[in-house]
């Protein structure tokens, strides 16, 4: 443990104890009463475990803006990293070694932001220790991982969110309000992707061993993506399912797609990719109805008339803010609001549903074949 304001390191007596760190959505049954909150004024407090990237550019510039949270920890297996990122936002506690943060700092909640193989482990630990949970996604490596991850929150009853930020775009919840409303019609098609450029040798080497990862591209960008297609579709139940990757560095993807026929006709394609050689990053997300059609980054959409397509885009559905910081800022409202009880408790079945559903595609093709879910 350091301690920033006595300068206390690991090991020594400390002349006072801090604090430290935690994060999703809509469907289900217990609420969690106020009296949950160790202060009097309500105020949330948060440890933060993982130092890393997402940290430092999502998590802790949304919470240090949050007046109603207060940020008692950073925890990461690199304590001179932690230290040096509790300085930058005046967190008084930084330590390396999970079990220091939760004991020493008890936090209301934490936000897991470690490398995907310790997420089950760091969720299950929080839990534990009476915190709730707000996680970088993936929730776990495979469906049997997530079962064990609910199976531990029913017990511990405290929230568990799976960070799916881009449910929580404005252009994406002005999308989904027009699906709700049955403005487009009966969705028919889903059409969604994201090329990034990450160079072979670039980033963390857990990102491109699979047994630490979960997987490559498909894993990483196909995820969250498919996760918006099927919130955005109502959770519709896919009936066929047919994978294509194209391996890379270290055993996992670079490059994969994957369609899904839905048995109400609907059907979803992904494409994702590592090596996007191009301009820009490019994401989009594109909905066709019976009676209209939407996309996302940009907003449009667009309601037939009179045998006309008429652009019927709201305006203002997009704010100053970055999309993304405005994304992670939205989460950990919401986040709030659950742990508050004022919003229905997030429901991981749907992460289990999405996590069956990514080992399909991975097995269609591997096998090289449709295969039933």
């Known amino acids: 443990m350091w301690n920033a304001e006595w300068g206390v390191g690991k090991g020594e007596a400390p002349g006072r104890i801090g604090s430290v760190c935690r994060s999703y959505h809509p ?173 072979s040798r670039s980033g963390p080497d857990w990102r491109r061993r699979r047994a630490e990862s979960g997987g490559g591209a498909l894993f990483d960008l196909g995820l969250p993506l498919l996760d918006l297609a099927m919130w955005l579709a109502g959770m519709p139940e896919p009936s066929q399912v047919t994978g294509s990757i194209s391996r890379g560095e270290g055993g996992v993807e670079d490059l994969g797609c994957a369609l899904m026929v839905c048995r109400d006709g609907l059907s979803i394609f992904l494409d994702v990719s590592w090596r996007h050689m191009g301009e820009a990053e490019r994401f989009w997300v594109d909905l066709t109805g019976a009676k209209g059609a939407a996309s996302v980054s940009p907003l449009r959409v667009f309601k037939e008339a009179h045998a006309t397509p008429i652009n019927v885009t709201p305006t203002g559905a997009a704010g100053r803010e970055n999309a993304f910081t405005a994304s992670y800022r939205s989460e950990w409202a919401y986040f709030l609001a659950a742990v508050q009880g004022r919003v229905d408790e997030p429901d991981l079945g749907e992460q289990l549903v999405l996590q069956r559903l990514m080992g399909t595609i991975y097995r269609s093709a591997e096998e090289g074949r449709d295969v039933a879910p």
């Open 27 to 199: 469907d289900s049954a217990f609420r969690i009463p106020h009296s949950a909150f160790s202060n009097a004024r309500m105020s949330l407090r948060v440890g933060v475990i993982g130092a890393g990237a997402i940290s430092q550019v999502a998590h802790l510039p949304v919470l240090s803006r949050m007046e109603d949270v207060s940020v008692v920890g950073v925890c990461d297996n690199d304590l001179p990293k932690a230290q040096a990122l509790a300085r930058r936002f005046a967190i008084r506690n930084a330590f390396d070694d999970i079990e220091d943060l939760l004991s020493y700092t008890k936090p209301d909640a934490v936000v897991v932001c470690t490398p995907n193989h310790l997420h089950e482990v760091h969720i299950s630990t929080s839990l534990a220790a009476g915190a709730h949970v707000l996680c970088e996604r993936p929730l776990a490596l495979s469906a049997a991982g997530v079962e064990r991850i609910i199976a531990a929150q029913e017990r511990a009853k405290r929230i568990v969110m799976v960070g799916m930020n881009h449910r929580f775009r404005s252009d994406v919840q002005a999308v989904r309000e027009f699906v709700r409303r049955g403005e487009l019609g009966q969705i028919k098609a889903i059409r969604a992707g994201w090329y990034l450029f990450r160079p």
